[in-house]
């Protein structure tokens, strides 16, 4: 019998953390780093942070790797997966956090917007789980977190669609290849976030912000934990899916929402 608190350790193993740069994707790899693990972080850089990321993360005293991908470009990806092995010769843990959200209401939305928010959401989340999967079947052993969102287990009005679209379908994806390499011993579930005051809804920290104006009373509101998401948040549910601690689940909805998506507001 293991002790309870070494189940949640992760000393040797090497996690890839896509969208690593900021946001959640950045409490995450700081949650696995933490935990004991060496990780390698991607983004397209966008805003120029990645190499910074990695910096911070070092001071935590684990191997940290950072890697220029655009999840979407299938040579990215195959580049990402022989970088993550050559440095690191193999890869236990997966989390598929890199993603984009865009509010447009639907008689708006161009076809190329639809294309470009399932490239990088489903596309990219696909070559990332198949790519890092083959490393895992050779060692059959794994564990993959994908990236989904309340959107999708409830409808918004303020044109969301597209997005809600990619978010069930990571829990569809992420049910299927559970079962899918359940016999390679590759435990992949779904991460589920509600309303977090980070990353693409950091607007919901500043009261003032017109985007906390808009939406942020009602969110709250129908939170039964009354109050907003935040990276400790994120870090516990994803050392408890990356861990021993979470050995027998695989294919799960993990909603980390406050009881946003249960609350029938009456
Ligand atoms: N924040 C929330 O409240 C919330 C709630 C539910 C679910 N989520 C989900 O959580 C995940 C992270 O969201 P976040 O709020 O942390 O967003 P964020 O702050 O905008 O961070 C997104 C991260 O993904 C990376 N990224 C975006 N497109 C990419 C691509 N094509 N290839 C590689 N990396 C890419 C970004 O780096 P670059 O831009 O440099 O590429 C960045 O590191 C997303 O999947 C999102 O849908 C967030």
């Known amino acids: 019998m293991t002790h309870a608190p070494d189940l949640f350790k992760l000393e040797g193993k090497v996690a890839l953390v896509t969208g690593g740069s900021r946001g959640l994707g950045y409490f995450t790899a700081q949650a696995l780093a933490e935990a004991g693990a060496d990780v390698a972080i991607c983004g397209r850089d966008v805003r120029g942070n990645l190499e910074q990321a990695a910096r911070e993360l070092k001071t935590i005293g684990r191997d940290i790797l950072p890697v220029h991908c655009d999840v979407s470009q299938e040579e990215d990806v195959l580049r990402l997966a022989q970088e993550v092995k050559n440095h690191f010769g193999r890869c236990d843990i997966l989390v598929n956090c890199a993603g984009i959200g865009a509010m ?57 669609t597209a997005y809600a679209t990619t978010k069930i379908g990571v829990v569809g994806m992420s049910r299927s290849l559970a079962v899918e390499w359940g016999k390679y011993n590759i435990r992949v579930n779904a991460l589920l976030p509600g309303n977090m005051e980070e990353g693409m809804m950091e607007a919901l920290k500043d009261r003032n912000s017109p985007f906390f104006q808009l939406a942020g009373e009602p969110l709250l509101n129908l ?15 994803i050392v408890f899916l990356a861990s021993e601690a979470s050995s027998y689940v695989s294919g799960a909805k993990i909603v980390l929402d406050g009881g946003f998506t249960i609350n029938a507001g009456l």
């Open 223 to 237: 939170t039964p934990l009354h109050r907003f998401g935040n990276g400790d948040d994120i870090k516990g549910a």
């Open 104 to 160: 447009i209401p639907t008689v708006q939305m161009t076809s190329p917007d639809w294309i470009n928010m399932m490239n990088i959401n489903l596309l990219g989340m696909f070559q990332c789980c198949r790519e890092i999967g083959k490393m895992m079947i050779e060692r059959q052993s794994g564990s993959i977190i994908n990236f989904s969102s309340e959107n999708g287990q409830v409808g918004f009005s303020s044109g969301m």
